[in-house]
């Protein structure tokens, strides 16, 4: 069983960045892909990006594009997402996850962690 710990959110004004920081334990960190969703209340879980086990592959969703960047240290046993350029709009809880697939060009996880909110204010 893995276990995931999101730390990093906060309140920031829009144009600020924030990073993002999982940290898993509990399973072969290295092997596998991990993954950023979020969740607006009233909304279903969004897919933000994804990063395969050793980080050559990384997906994006179209407003994550250019402004986000996913990367992970498998000697640290963690993930991060470096947020720039926040939006009011990507004010949501953002979960940290793993045991994904992708289906029909959609994302799917098993594994998630407790979420870490992050407020932008315009």
């Known amino acids: 069983q893995v276990q995931l710990v999101e730390s990093g959110g906060g309140l920031v004004q829009a144009g600020d960045s924030l990073r993002l920081s999982c940290a898993a334990s509990g399973r072969t960190f290295s092997t596998s892909a991990m993954g950023w969703f979020r969740q607006v209340p009233g909304k279903e879980r969004e897919f933000v990006a994804t990063?395969?086990?050793?980080?050559?592959?990384?997906y994006y969703t179209d407003s994550a594009k250019g402004r986000f960047t996913i990367s992970r240290d498998n000697a640290k046993n963690t993930v991060y997402l470096q947020m720039n350029s926040l939006k009011p709009e990507d004010t949501a809880v953002y979960y940290c996850?793993?045991?994904?697939?992708?289906?029909?060009?959609?994302?799917?996880?098993?594994?998630w962690g407790q979420g870490t909110q992050v407020t932008v204010s315009s």
């Open positions: 996850a793993t045991d994904l697939t992708r289906e029909g060009g959609n994302w799917f996880a098993r594994s």
């Open positions: 990063i395969s086990y050793n980080g050559g592959i990384r």
